[in-house]
């Protein structure tokens, strides 16, 4: 039983080898050629004394570019040109259609009126008056439902109104003038 196994094996090691020399093994039949030719009715121009057409090249050193000498670096268009048909200094013709209108400026209901930076953490926090309330407000964070506190700067918060993206900018409130209410001092 040894030995027929040993023989089994040593045929598939035979067919083994013929596969692979089958494939990898040079051949010298036209299948294997690695050269074809794509098409053998191919005829090269019979040009007898080539020479430059200076007719040609005199026409394309005459033309002249006529369209608009804008440059290509900035960004901002031509300025435009004068119509044929028009005066130089007549009246141009009203815009017909829709206006843009810029949507209302943002209101807050609510009065910027100091900032103070945590210890521990470095981070700003504002302080918002809304009526009788204080609100205690850190950048990033969520206020009076549809804003969002952006950047608290030195005499200034950046304020987001969160339903449509808009910014504005909050100045930081003067204190009251002690001098200037009250019991008349004089």
């Known amino acids: 039983m040894n030995q027929q196994r040993q023989i089994y094996m040593l045929l598939v ?3 083994l080898l013929c596969l692979v020399a089958y494939y990898f093994w040079p051949s010298s039949g036209p299948a294997f050629s690695g050269v074809t030719a794509a098409d053998t009715s191919f005829q090269p121009l019979d040009v ?6 200076m007719d ?27 119509a044929a048909g028009k005066p130089a200094g007549a009246p141009e013709t009203a ?4 206006k843009y209108q ?10 910027f009126f100091g900032y103070a930076t945590q210890k521990s953490s470095g981070k700003r926090v504002a302080f918002f008056s809304a009526g009788d309330d204080v609100l205690v407000v850190a950048e990033g964070d ?17 304020i987001e109104q969160i339903s449509d993206g ?7 409130a003067q204190p009251p003038d002690q001098n200037s209410g009250g019991a008349g001092n004089q």
Do not use: C, W
């Not at 007898?48 to 057409?53: G, I, M, N, T, Y």
């Not at 910014?167 to 930081?172: A, G, I, K, Y």
């Open 56 to 82: 040609e090249l005199d026409k394309i050193r005459k033309l002249e570019y006529t369209g608009s000498h804008r440059n290509i670096f900035v960004a901002t268009p031509p300025p435009p040109q004068a």
């Open 102 to 111: 810029a949507p209302p400026p943002i209101n807050v209901p609510a009065e």
């Open 13 to 15: 090691l035979v067919a």
């Open 142 to 158: 969520k206020f009076l439902g549809s804003y969002r506190l952006v950047h608290i700067g030195n005499e200034s918060a950046d």
């Open 48 to 53: 007898q004394e080539p020479s430059l057409r």
């Open 166 to 172: 808009r910014h504005t900018t909050m100045p930081l």
């Open 95 to 98: 815009f017909v259609g829709p």
